[in-house]
């Protein structure tokens, strides 16, 4: 058998053997314990992360980890073997581990700027964190039939026909609404039937892209209720439910968040990666390296992205099926903040 380096110091001649292995190891790589997998799948699971953002972060994580090789496969080359994969992995977890408690502080700090901005609203409506702006969402029946109105507190509203509302009642009742302009706000053309207990998705399509939020009503201050907390306390109780929620619609994480959580992900280096790099270094094969390290990098990406897809997708089924899962989920509002 040809012993590697020699494969190596014929380039390109088995390009059709490095090329498709590379991408299998990366794959398997991606496998192995570690890497962050369960913690991205978690943090997709506990913001409720779409797709799109599954990938993200994958890609993310796969960018940094191979960014990493790089680093130290070259400061290797220059600063002798105390660079090495080994040697560094400890640090680099000690950098990602604060970089990801600094996240976690500075979402913690969101969601407390959120709580107390929240407070000072409207407790008949939901405020909506879309991408063109900033919306509230309210049950209009001020001597009128009641029905949905969507109002712009800044940005830009979506044209109404590219505006409509599911609402999906605990007995698996669904409704769906189209809306029509106002001026400055958008009205729902079909009437809301009582009670208006629900749960309401909102499907916006603005400029910036189709997006889904969700939002829960309750029926508050009727002749039915069984308890009455009072004004001040209920609307209190349900600024803090509605934080609850957001914190599971995923719209509490920016795009930027998902990056930077997933590059935090990927700090760990590959001692396996780095040892192929250096040595086709080493033999002069730089273009082979960078090759490989590059097809590496592809299948590692596959695995990563494919963990958060699956968790994503997973998430969205569960809540689909299980009509239970938002108030299985608002009972303990922890775990989107780490």
């Not at 969601?111 to 969402?137: K, N, P, S």
Request: charged letters at 15%.
């Amino acid at each position: 058998m040809v012993p590697f380096p020699e494969l190596l110091q014929q380039g390109t001649a088995h390009a059709w053997l490095f090329v498709p292995s590379a991408i299998l190891l990366g794959a398997l790589h991606g496998l192995e314990p570690g890497h962050s997998k369960t913690m991205m799948a978690a943090f997709i699971i506990a913001v409720r992360g779409t797709v799109l953002q599954a990938v993200l972060l994958g890609l993310a994580a796969t960018l940094s980890h191979t960014a990493v090789v790089w680093v130290i496969a070259l400061g290797g080359q220059y600063l002798g073997q105390a660079w090495g994969g080994e040697a560094s992995e400890p640090y680099f977890q000690l950098a990602s581990a604060v970089l990801i408690v600094g996240i976690a502080l500075w979402m913690a700090w969101r969601t407390w700027r959120e709580q107390h901005h929240d407070h000072h609203h409207d407790a008949e409506g939901h405020g909506i964190m879309a991408r063109d702006g900033v919306f509230q969402l309210e049950v209009i029946e001020d001597g009128v039939p009641p029905r949905w109105r969507l109002s712009r507190v800044k940005g830009v509203l979506p044209p109404a026909q590219r505006v409509t509302l599911e609402t999906v009642r605990p007995d698996g009742a669904r409704q769906a609404f189209s809306f029509a302009s106002g001026g400055d706000f958008l009205e729902s053309m079909e009437e809301i039937p009582e009670p208006h207990a629900f749960r309401a998705r909102l499907h916006l399509d603005g400029s910036a892209g189709a997006e889904i939020h969700e939002v829960a009503f309750e029926e508050h201050g009727h002749a039915h209720d069984h308890l009455n907390l009072g004004d001040e306390d209920d609307a209190h109780a349900r600024a803090h439910a509605e934080a609850i929620r957001r914190r599971f619609g995923g719209r509490t994480v920016t795009t930027g968040q998902i990056v930077l959580f997933g590059l935090t992900g990927g700090l760990i280096p590959c001692p396996a990666a780095i040892t192929v790099l250096l040595l086709c270094i080493q033999l002069k094969q730089f273009s082979l390296g960078f090759a490989l390290v590059v097809c590496f990098s592809i299948g590692l990406a596959l695995t990563m992205v494919s963990a958060g897809i699956l968790a994503a997708l997973s998430v969205r089924h569960v809540a689909n099926r299980w009509s239970g899962f938002d108030a299985f989920a608002r009972r303990d509002p922890t775990p989107p903040r780490l």
